[in-house]
């Protein structure tokens, strides 16, 4: 029984990767498909790769994940049904989010799941680390890409004020491809990791590996390799809100944006340890970059939409996982 709890826990936790991966797609290539300057399912094709290749730059996002936010829940059937609850209500989430087309987090919403559900279990919540590691962040990320991307604009615009503005454009066009690599790149490094470390917890409930050890290779392949195919099977309702509903970006604007979500992302995953929302990120880098343009260029009811479901977003994810144990505990106690 307990092997095939482990097991179908494992299987949950790819799927909510693959829809990771198709609900996150948008916030790698929405900006280039935006402007052009790549065609969708290009786009589509070098983020799945690269997604797969940042997924084994590093495991202390991981490690966050699996340590510093719940404390393990006990072995057996109760911390399995604690992790498989977490689960659902990250997936149930995503797929609402989804449907409406709103840019939440994967992220926040793994995180909101993992409390509910350790709540409800029984299992101590390590309220520090939530707010060092999730809370804090979740404020100061959007605030940093927000500041970063107006200011980096900025600096582009002055910087090539006397180019001529097509040739500009069809350079930056150029440009976009490397700035959109580093992002899809910076969400596999932040967003496969996590699902790692909801692994790498349930093979610790199951005695299978010790807290501490290293992530197992199969453990970062599969990972990554759903995340890939997530990525791949593109999650357009959202990309149409992030590529246009925001701004209409231009390909200047475009890389200003892709550039400062990377660096953000890389810089919170090996500096910070801190797995951040890259949905947050490059939504707060699109509304700086675009107020360069006017403050009234961004459409600012939308981005209030937005910003509302990254509030809701924890709680939400609380409430359907602690529900869920609820039914599990009813089901199998």
């Not at 609900?23 to 065609?39: F, K, Q």
């Amino acid at each position: 029984m307990d092997t095939f709890a482990l097991v179908v826990t494992i299987g949950v936790a790819l799927g909510f990767t693959y829809t990771n991966g198709f609900h996150d797609s948008a916030n790698a290539i929405a900006t280039s498909v935006s402007t052009r300057a790549l065609t969708p399912r290009v786009a589509l094709v070098m983020a799945a790769l690269m997604n797969l290749a940042g997924a084994f730059l590093g495991q202390s996002v991981a490690k966050t994940v699996s340590e510093g936010i719940i404390e393990t829940p006990p072995s057996g059937g109760k911390g399995m049904g604690i992790l498989f609850a977490a689960l659902l209500g990250a997936i149930v989430w995503n797929l609402v989010t989804w449907y409406f087309g709103l840019p939440s987090s994967s992220s926040h919403a793994l995180f909101g799941g993992m409390v509910g559900a350790a709540l409800a279990g029984g299992t101590e919540v390590i309220w520090s680390g939530v707010l060092e590691k999730i809370i804090i962040p979740m404020f100061v990320s959007p605030f940093v890409g927000l500041i970063a991307g107006y200011l980096v604009m900025v600096a582009i615009m002055w910087m090539f004020r006397r180019a001529n503005p097509n040739k500009a454009r069809r350079g930056f066009r150029i440009a976009q491809t490397v700035s959109a690599a580093a992002m899809a790149l910076g969400h596999g490094l932040q967003d496969a990791q996590k699902t790692m470390g909801i692994v790498v917890m349930a093979l610790v409930i199951a005695d299978v590996q010790q807290s501490g050890d290293e992530i197992p290779v199969w453990v970062r392949i599969a990972c990554a390799v759903m995340l890939s195919l997530g990525t791949y099977a593109g999650g357009w309702r959202i990309m149409r809100t992030l590529g246009r509903k925001i701004i209409e970006l231009d390909p200047p604007q475009g890389f200003a944006a892709e550039s400062t979500g990377a660096s953000i992302m890389f810089g919170s995953a090996f500096l910070f340890h801190a797995p951040i929302s890259t949905t947050h990120v490059i939504t707060s880098a699109i509304m700086g970059v675009g107020a360069t343009k006017r403050v009234n260029a961004v459409r600012w009811g939308v981005a209030k939409n937005i910003v509302l479901g990254w509030f809701i977003t924890m709680p939400a994810a609380a409430a359907v996982a602690a529900g869920s144990y609820a039914i599990i505990w009813l089901a199998f106690a």
